[in-house]
Every structure is written in structure tokens, then in C-alpha cells.
């Protein structure tokens, strides 16, 4: 069974407009990780945030912002006024146990048009 | 500071050759993936080290592909002999310790096999 799911293989999206990446995952630890990384076109995978699982406050980070429910196991990735160089394939991951072993989706390519 | 290095950026090699991937992880760090990433998935994880040591080589296929992390800085990742299959990015990331903390990724060595 699929440990992060990314139901959406491509979005494609007009410049500032908002778009929501969704993940969903799927741990029986009550202690876990989840993260959100880029990799755009140059293909290094490029580190965004880590929300552990005690902590279910939403974050914003600039035009970037997280919503994190335990409830639904989900850990969705929302940006606002999108831009170009936004565009890029958006791996969620979940990180469990006691050796950091990390858990990727298969990503949700973002394509911005200008 | 200095990035996760990996070298060469890209291989092309004919099957049943063999070929071998190095990665010098970010100073100070103690834990070193090698993920293998297809086209169009998420990365998956191969091989993890907690300094010299394996932490995870369940996704490893041992029969062809083989890793080492001598003296617990620099790895290398060798596969004898190569299949079309293995056609792939591999990707090196380290992390500060164990616990749940964000990996940082090198930009990855494309291998293809004719």
C-alpha cells in the first residue's frame, strides 16, 4: 500500500492564480514526519517544510501555506498568486520510525502559464 | 555551505556493463541516502547509512547493485551489471542525525542503459 498518495499527476494553472497540492498519507505511528519538497526542472529535489505530528497548526510561509489534519491524514500544500518559476514537480514525503526513512509520493507536476 | 556533490551528472552505458555513482554528503552529516527515481515517480530509497554503518538496504537488488560508506563521509553506489530497468536518476541526500530531520539532496547522476 501507497504510504503518500498525490491523487493529482499534473495542474496547470494561469499565472496568480492560487492552486492546492494535495497529499494524503498513511502511517500507524503516532510519531511521524511529513515534508514537502520541489524539484524543479535542474532536478534537485529542494526542501520546503517539515511539520512533525503533534503539530497540526497551518503554517504561511510567504506565498507558500500548509494545512495539516490529522483527522483526513492529510497534508496539503497551498500557493497563492502563483508564478512562473513556481513551476515545478512537488513531491510530498513521510518520514516514520527511528531511522528518518523517508516515504515519497509520486509527485504533482505544477505547470504556471504566464 | 557546500551542497550534497554527486558525480558524474550523467552516464550512458550499455547493458551488462557496470558503473558506479559518488556522492560526498554535507559536512557533519551523520545519515546518507542513495534513492533511485524513474521517470515520472517519486524517488525510492535504495540504501540508507547511519555513518558507516546500514540502517536499510531492503529495496536494494543485491544481486546487481552494491554501496559503501568507507570511513562514514563519501559513499559509493557501483551496479554489475546493469540492466534497461535501471535506467534512472540516483539520488544521493544526507541529514544531520536520525531523528526525523529534513534530507538534503544532490542534484543526481542520470544513468542510461542502451
Known amino acids: 500500500a501507497q504510504k503518500v498518495t498525490q491523487a493529482q499527476t499534473e495542474i496547470s494553472v494561469v499565472e496568480k492564480e492560487d492552486v492546492t497540492l494535495d497529499c494524503v498519507y498513511e502511517t500507524r505511528d503516532t510519531t511521524y514526519y511529513l515534508f514537502w519538497y520541489k524539484q524543479p526542472p535542474s532536478g534537485e529535489l529542494v526542501f520546503l517544510i517539515r511539520?512533525?505530528?503533534?503539530?497540526?497548526q497551518n503554517e504561511i510561509s510567504g506565498r507558500y501555506s500548509w494545512n495539516f489534519q490529522k483527522s483526513t491524514s492529510s497534508f496539503n500544500f497551498t500557493i497563492t498568486a502563483s508564478q512562473v518559476v513556481d513551476s515545478a514537480v512537488y513531491f510530498c514525503?513521510?518520514?516514520?520510525?527511528?531511522?528518518?526513512?523517508?516515504?515519497f509520493g509520486s509527485g504533482t507536476k505544477l505547470n504556471v502559464k504566464p | 555551505e557546500a551542497g550534497v556533490a554527486q558525480s558524474p551528472r550523467y552516464k550512458i552505458i550499455e547493458k551488462r556493463q557496470s558503473v558506479a555513482f559518488w556522492c560526498n554528503p554535507i559536512s557533519g552529516h551523520a545519515t546518507l541516502y542513495w534513492y533511485q527515481q524513474i521517470l515520472g515517480q517519486g524517488p525510492k530509497l535504495l540504501i540508507q547509512?547511519?555513518?558507516?554503518?546500514?540502517?536499510?538496504d531492503s529495496q536494494l537488488p543485491k544481486d546487481r547493485f552494491s554501496a559503501e560508506r568507507l570511513k562514514g563521509v563519501d559513499s559509493t553506489l557501483k551496479i554489475q551489471p546493469a540492466k534497461l530497468e535501471d535506467s534512472a536518476v540516483y539520488l544521493c541526500?544526507?541529514?544531520?542525525?536520525?531523528?526525523?530531520?529534513?534530507?538534503?539532496f544532490g542534484q543526481g547522476t542520470r544513468l542510461t542503459v542502451v
Open positions: 514525503a513521510l518520514s516514520e520510525g527511528d531511522f528518518n526513512k523517508f516515504y
Open positions: 547509512f547511519q555513518n558507516n554503518g546500514v540502517v536499510d
Open positions: 511539520r512533525n505530528s503533534f503539530d497540526e
Open positions: 541526500a544526507s541529514s544531520k542525525e536520525q531523528s526525523n530531520t529534513e534530507a538534503f
